[in-house]
T-cell receptor, first 113, second 114 residues
Framework: AQSVTQLGSHVSVSEGALVLLRCNYS??????LFWYVQYPNQGLQLLLK??????LVKGINGFEAEFKKSETSFHLTKPSAHMSDAAEYFC???????????FGTGTSLTVIP | EAQVTQNPRYLITVTGKKLTVTCSQN?????MSWYRQDPGLGLRQIYY???????DKGDVPEGYKVSRKEKRNFPLILESPSPNQTSLYFC?????????????FGDGTRLSIL
């Protein structure tokens, strides 16, 4: 089975500062990795995904993530935080023959003006 | 508009009273899934369905039932709800059999079991 660990349940950054949200995964086979964002009272929206190919993945709203197999990581970054980035972020993993998805416990991002 | 629709959005009920949360998608997606979201635990998969009449257990299926009689609908049934099933529930759908496709989520159903 696969699993995901998100370090830091709460992260605060100043507006304009770098955003770094950490995700480590466990999988015995090549994983498919996803980052989702959840705004208050809404469902989850896909930010970006890694399946195969280029390990640096760009997503919506200026976010990107890099798949590092040697570190079993898929950290999410954004160069400059905006107030509208305040939300809950979830990392998720599955495999190419899998239909079960495993989500991390989430990281709540606060952006300070 | 492509969407996943859940009903009801909010429900307060009592222990043991059977309830059904409906989920419908208009994207002709083959794959559908139910999750529950609890503080500090993230989202956990309850059941999923690869297509009509094909369902399977996720990580936390105890106390839940599902059915997939039509492609667009995937109701979640709590036959005898208990307080530990108080949670925020999400339905999601995905195109095709390939798990590299992203899931589309509904807006959630908040259940309170007293």
């Amino acid at each position: 089975a696969q699993s995901v660990t998100q370090l830091g349940s709460h992260v605060s950054v100043s507006e304009g500062a770098l955003v770094l949200l950490r995700c480590n995964y466990s999988s015995s086979v090549p994983p498919y990795l996803f980052w989702y964002v959840q705004y208050p009272n809404q469902g989850l929206q896909l930010l970006l995904k890694y399946t195969t190919g280029a390990t640096l993945v760009k997503g919506i709203n200026g976010f990107e993530a890099e798949f590092k197999k040697s570190e079993t990581s898929f950290h999410l970054t954004k160069p400059s935080a905006h107030m509208s980035d305040a939300a809950e972020y979830f990392c998720a993993v599955t495999i190419n023959t899998g239909n079960q998805f495993y989500f991390g416990t989430g990281t709540s991002l606060t952006v300070i003006p | 508009e492509a969407q996943v629709t859940q009903n009801p959005r909010y429900l307060i009920t009592v222990t043991g009273k059977k309830l059904t949360v409906t989920c419908s998608q208009n994207m002709n997606h083959e794959y559908m899934s139910w999750y529950r979201q609890d503080p500090g635990l993230g989202l956990r998969q309850i059941y999923y369905s690869m297509n009509v009449e094909v369902t399977d257990k996720g990580d936390v299926p105890e106390g839940y039932k599902v059915s997939r009689k039509e492609k667009r609908n995937f109701p979640l049934i709590l036959e005898s709800p208990s307080p530990n099933q108080t949670s925020l529930y999400f339905c999601a759908s995905r195109r095709g059999q390939n798990s590299n496709q992203p899931q589309h989520f509904g807006d959630g159903t908040r259940l309170s079991i007293l």
